[in-house]
């Protein structure tokens, strides 16, 4: 059971708008700790995909956003491509547990 | 940009030890807090400890602590995890990043070494 819940599977037809989300609670997105999130294809390393909230890391493409508000935070990919088909993992801190949290990763699949 | 590449995996029975390295490349590896995560085999990621800069600052995972323990040695660019008393829920792969610890982003990461458990 992870801490931070996303769904496990998303899809779009190549083109339209995907949105991933993630829900914590007053411990962790509640109390103010930033989300982040990974992109990890299968057979590799995750990878930054967006930090603190809405940043996106040079290299990463202008298509995916990140947005966060109250216990929530989105992620959205603005026309998907074949090439986003992977896994996506929300991360955070919680201060209850005084740990790094994850969600349980969301795959995304392109129709 | 920042190379990480860890090393040591294998497998080992329950109850055993196995020490995992990281050495990392490109940028100043002293100057960062360095993290271990894993990733159980069809599963998700967890975080597993961190250490500071100095080795000062350091946590861990309750599903860890007491059994594993992070180092690092900055004069050979090189993180360590002492991993003891292993159990067959420890089979993951396990990456190295670098980042800044507690809420920080992880960065850079590198491409995991698988640990078996295993009778």
């Known amino acids: 059971q992870s801490v931070l819940t996303q769904p496990p599977s998303v899809s779009g037809a190549p083109g339209q708008t995907v949105t991933i989300s993630c829900t914590g609670s007053?411990?962790?997105?509640?109390?103010?700790?930033?989300v982040h999130w990974y992109q990890q294809v299968p057979g590799a390393a995750p990878r930054l995909l967006i930090s603190t909230n809405t940043n996106r890391p040079s290299g990463v493409p202008g298509r995916f956003s990140g947005s966060k508000s109250g216990t929530s935070a989105s992620l959205v990919v603005t026309g998907v491509q074949a090439e986003d088909e992977a896994d996506y993992y929300c991360?955070?801190?919680?201060?209850?547990?005084?740990?790094?949290?994850f969600g349980g990763g969301t795959k995304l699949t392109v129709l | 940009q920042m190379q990480l590449v860890e090393s040591g995996g294998g497998l080992v029975k329950p109850g055993g030890s196995l020490r995992l390295s990281c050495v990392g490349s490109g940028v100043n590896f002293g100057d960062y807090y360095m993290t271990w995560f894993r990733q159980p085999p069809g599963k998700g990621l967890e975080w597993v400890s961190y250490i500071n800069s100095r080795g000062r600052n350091i946590n861990y995972a309750d599903s860890v602590r007491g059994r594993f323990t992070i180092s690092r040695d900055n004069a050979k660019n090189s993180l360590y995890l002492q991993m003891d008393s292993l159990r067959v829920e420890d089979t993951a792969t396990y990456y190295c990043a670098r980042d800044g610890g507690g809420n920080s982003e992880s960065d850079f990461w590198g491409q995991g070494t698988l640990v078996i458990v295993s009778s």
């Open positions: 007053s411990s962790n997105l509640g109390a103010g700790y930033d």
């Open positions: 991360q955070s801190y919680d201060s209850g547990l005084t740990a790094v949290v």
